[in-house]
Nanobody, 122 residues
């Protein structure tokens, strides 16, 4: 059974940094496409960053140059380094996984974590 768990959220001031972590049991990271999604209050969930099984990454334009996605396959941990945070980055952040890239690209990955809250104050 696959279980996904995020950690590392919190409250920071604008310009600050946070690093989110995602651990997943029951899967091998190198065989999965992994990603981070965000859902601001009252808005739809959107893709933030993806990394495929070959290590290729995709970052949303809204966070490009500020957020970095990476993973440690040996430890089965996915990271989202968030720098130069803005108030508009405030959202619940979810980790997701799917062995099929088209599903995670489409916003319908099979496995989701419970989410971790990020709040950025001005």
């Amino acid at each position: 059974q696959v279980q996904v768990q995020e950690s590392g959220g919190g409250s920071v001031q604008a310009g600050g940094s946070l690093r989110l972590s995602c651990t997943a049991s029951g899967l091998t990271y190198s065989n999965y496409c992994m990603g981070w999604f965000s859902q601001p209050p009252g808005k739809d969930r959107k893709r933030v960053a993806l990394i495929d099984s070959d290590g290729r990454t995709d970052i949303a334009d809204s966070v490009k140059g500020r957020f970095t996605i990476s993973q440690d396959n040996a430890k089965n941990v996915l990271y989202l380094q968030m720098d130069s945070l803005k108030p508009e980055d405030t959202a619940m952040y979810y980790c997701a996984a799917d062995p099929r890239p088209n599903r995670i690209w489409g916003g319908f990955p099979k496995y989701w974590g419970q989410g971790t809250q990020v709040t950025v104050s001005s």
